[in-house]
């Protein structure tokens, strides 16, 4: 599985981006995909995941509300739309795919070592 990561920039608080992440391989349309990210001096998290046909997601505590992820089989893709951005959400996204098959949890779905497969990394800064 490849995966592109694209979306990134820079905006101000408030302001909305949305990250795409392309992927390629038989196992993309078929596994969970999460978006995780990684502040400097931070541990990486997950922010958002999805399953393979989009009756399961997870949102972490601190993106609840305002992120919103999605997938589109046809087009290979799994999106990440970021609205009312805070600066505490400057960090690295990367796209990530599960390296099992059905995760049937929230839970599971969130957790790191479930995953696999990684894209090169989006930079996402929100200034105040």
């Known amino acids: 599985v490849q995966l592109q990561a694209s979306g990134g920039g820079l905006v101000q608080a408030g302001g909305s981006l949305r990250l795409s992440c392309a992927g390629s391989?038989?196992?993309?349309?078929?596994?969970?995909v999460a978006w995780f990210r990684q502040a400097s001096g931070k541990e990486r998290e997950c922010v958002a995941a999805i399953n393979w046909n989009s009756d399961i997601t997870y949102y972490g505590d601190s993106v609840k509300g305002r992120f919103t992820i999605s997938r589109d089989s046809g087009k290979n893709t799994v999106y990440l739309q970021m609205n009312r951005l805070k600066p505490e959400d400057t960090a690295v996204y990367y796209c990530a795919v599960a390296g099992v098959p059905l995760l049937t949890t929230a839970q599971a779905m969130a957790d790191i070592n479930e995953y696999d497969y990684w894209g090169q990394g989006t930079q996402v800064t929100v200034s105040s």
């Open positions: 391989g038989p196992t993309f349309n078929a596994y969970a």
